[in-house]
Nanobody, 123 residues
């Protein structure tokens, strides 16, 4: 089992950058696929990016080239570097974990979720 805590959200102007962190508890963190999802008001929770235990990555088309996901297994942390932010990136960002497997975009395949962190991009 793993517990996840997000941090790093905030208010930023369009074109700016933020780096989100997802800190995990548990000794087997290195065996988990970690995904980032986001949910804007009135919208479904959507996939953003995911990273496998061996650092294979998958991105949602609208963030590819602007966002970068990485992990530091020694620190039990996954990062989401977000550059060239747009107002449409405004949402609550969640990290999620699933034990092993592929970097799936399907949120129902993730078993563990953090509480979320708000990202607001002003125009």
């Amino acid at each position: 089992q793993v517990q996840l805590v997000e941090s790093g959200g905030g208010l930023v102007q369009a074109g700016g950058s933020l780096r989100l962190s997802c800190a995990a508890s548990g000794r087997t963190f290195g065996n988990y696929v970690i995904g980032w999802f986001r949910q804007a008001p009135g919208k479904e929770r959507e996939f953003v990016a995911a990273i496998t235990p061996t650092a294979g990555v998958t991105y949602y088309d609208s963030v590819r080239g602007r966002f970068s996901i990485s992990r530091d297994n020694a620190k039990n942390t996954v990062f989401l570097q977000m550059n060239s932010l747009k107002p449409e990136d405004t949402a609550v960002y969640y990290c999620a974990g699933r034990l092993a497997g592929i970097a799936t975009t399907d949120r129902y395949r993730y078993n563990y979720w953090g509480q979320g962190t708000q990202v607001t991009v002003s125009s």
